[in-house]
């Protein structure tokens, strides 16, 4: 069975950092793009970055430029997601998505034809 896992989250204090990793297990992730999400309370899931299959190129929402950070490792089947300065604002469940080799003008859309998604992680921010 083909799937992505994301894991990593947990809860830290604001100001903290984490990395999420994203985990493909049944597909092979060097073929495919790879896009993180995220949804926060009572809001519909939002674009933070997205990296080709090759990572060499990689996209991120003007609003996540500052403190996101996303990367892969096609020998491990991973992708990561470095988050610093966190915030209470920050805290919700995030996900890595899967798709096509490049990530595409419109891979921050979550009605991006994504093959793959993964459950998702919780991040909690609080003091």
């Known amino acids: 069975q083909s799937q992505l896992v994301e894991s990593g989250g947990g809860s830290v204090h604001p100001g903290g950092s984490l990395v999420l990793s994203c985990t493909a297990s049944?597909?092979?992730?060097?073929?495919?793009?790879v896009g993180w999400f995220r949804q926060l309370p009572g809001k519909g899931r939002e674009g933070i970055s997205c990296?080709?299959?090759?990572?060499?190129?990689?996209y991120y929402e003007d609003s996540m430029k500052d403190r996101f950070t996303i990367s892969r490792d096609n020998a491990l089947n991973k992708a990561y997601l470095r988050i610093v300065g966190l915030k209470s604002d920050d805290t919700g469940a995030y996900f890595c998505?899967?798709?096509?080799?490049?990530?595409?003008?419109?891979?921050?859309?979550?009605?991006?034809?994504?093959?793959?998604w993964g459950q998702g992680t919780q991040v909690t921010v609080s003091s």
């Open positions: 998505a899967a798709t096509g080799l490049f990530c595409g003008k419109t891979w921050s859309s979550d009605r991006n034809p994504y093959d793959y």
């Open positions: 049944g597909l092979r992730l060097a073929d495919y793009a």
């Open positions: 990296i080709d299959s090759s990572g060499r190129n990689s």
